[in-house]
T-cell receptor, first 113, second 111 residues
Framework: LAKTTQPISMDSYEGQEVNITCSHNNIATNDYITWYQQFPSQGPRFIIQGYKTKVTNEVASLFIPADRKSSTLSLPRVSLSDTAVYYCLVGDILLQAFNKFYFGSGTKLNVKP | ETGVTQSPTHLIKTRGQQVTLRCSSQSGHNTVSWYQQALGQGPQFIFQYYREEENGRGNFPPRFSGLQFPNYSSELNVNALELDDSALYLC??????????FGPGTRLTVL
């Protein structure tokens, strides 16, 4: 099980950039890094996924250093609606072995006005 | 929206009863995974189905069972319900090289 470590919580203000770092020291060669966002009583929502270097989409960027032992989710100019729990998962997407994906407790992001 | 749907949205049962939860996967997805999420915790993997066969299971007792149908939709069955089974049950679908996409969940309350 590729365990991950994230901060339990973070505070930010509207309009700021937020960076959430996830540590995954035991990442395997074929593992991808995936981030989800979850609001209370809803299913996790896919944000972004990457293997190495940098990935960017319309909502976030994902920075992965060369050793891949950590990753940073960057949310530009957050708003109150970004208040949620963010999960970092590591695993072999190509094998579809989701029993080896570890959610942990996630990072609770609180965006203040 | 992910295209993964779950029913019912909410359910209330009493201890000892049995429950069936349903999930329709996103179009083109042939793998379905089920998760249990207790309040304040991250989702915990229950099991996974690929082309109608269970091919991965988490640390859950045998009273948690499932099925996947030829159209890749799936059911989660829980027998002999316990109070601790109260949780949000999540279904996720995936396929090939694609990641998992989650449904909205079913909130189960056991009294």
């Amino acid at each position: 099980l590729a365990k991950t470590t994230q901060p339990i919580s973070m505070d930010s203000y509207e309009g700021q950039e937020v960076n959430i770092t996830c540590s995954h020291n035991n990442i395997a060669t074929n593992d991808y890094i995936t981030w989800y966002q979850q609001f209370p009583s809803q299913g996790p929502r896919f944000i972004i996924q990457g293997y190495k270097t940098k990935v960017t989409n319309e909502v976030a960027s994902l920075f992965i250093p060369a050793d891949r032992k950590s990753s940073t989710l960057s949310l530009p100019r957050v708003s109150l609606s970004d208040t949620a729990v963010y999960y970092c998962l590591v695993g072999d997407i190509l094998l579809q072995a989701f029993n080896k994906f570890y959610f942990g407790s996630g990072t609770k992001l609180n965006v203040k006005p | 929206e992910t295209g993964v749907t779950q029913s019912p949205t909410h359910l209330i049962k009493t201890r000892g009863q049995q429950v069936t939860l349903r999930c329709s996967s996103q179009s083109g997805h042939n793998t379905v995974s089920w998760y249990q999420q207790a309040l304040g915790q991250g989702p915990q993997f229950i099991f996974q189905y690929y082309r109608e066969e269970e091919n991965g299971r988490g640390n859950f007792p045998p009273r948690f069972s499932g099925l996947q149908f030829p159209n890749y939709s799936s059911e989660l069955n829980v027998n002999a319900l316990e109070l601790d089974d109260s949780a949000l049950y999540l279904c996720a679908s995936s396929s090939g090289t694609d990641t998992q996409y989650f449904g909205p969940g079913t909130r189960l309350t056991v009294l």
